[in-house]
């Protein structure tokens, strides 16, 4: 079983990135897709969720209006499309899967927002 981030970077405020996370090793499209982030010296935080099969997103207010969940099971992928990026979203991304009492985690990507 892996979930694998990539995408993230050093972008400038005010950039985008799109964050992935490649599923393997398990039947993905039956498992809710979350994206996690862990800023230095802070608790991980919840960002967004989409359904297993894409019909429902959910988004902490942090991330509202500016970032947007989407996944593709043909691909056994999920997606996170940050736009408007902030300081404040600097922070270590994790891609996380859950589905009755089976949960995963993938090991990160780092995003850092700086001019």
């Known amino acids: 079983v892996q979930l694998v981030e990539s995408g993230g970077g050093l972008v400038q405020p005010g950039g985008t990135l799109r964050l992935s996370c490649a599923a393997s090793g398990f039947t993905s499209s039956r498992y809710a897709m979350r994206w996690y982030r862990q800023a230095p010296g802070k608790e991980r935080e919840w960002v967004a969720t989409?359904?297993?099969?894409?019909?429902?997103?959910n988004y902490a207010d942090s991330a509202k209006g500016r970032f947007t969940i989407s996944r593709d099971n043909a691909k056994s992928t999920v997606y996170l499309q940050m736009n408007s990026l902030k300081p404040e979203d600097t922070a270590v991304y994790y891609c996380?899967?859950?589905?009755?009492?089976?949960?995963?985690w993938g090991q990160g990507t780092q995003v850092t927002v700086s001019s």
């Open positions: 996380h899967a859950s589905w009755q009492f089976y949960n995963y």
């Open positions: 989409i359904s297993s099969i894409g019909d429902s997103t």
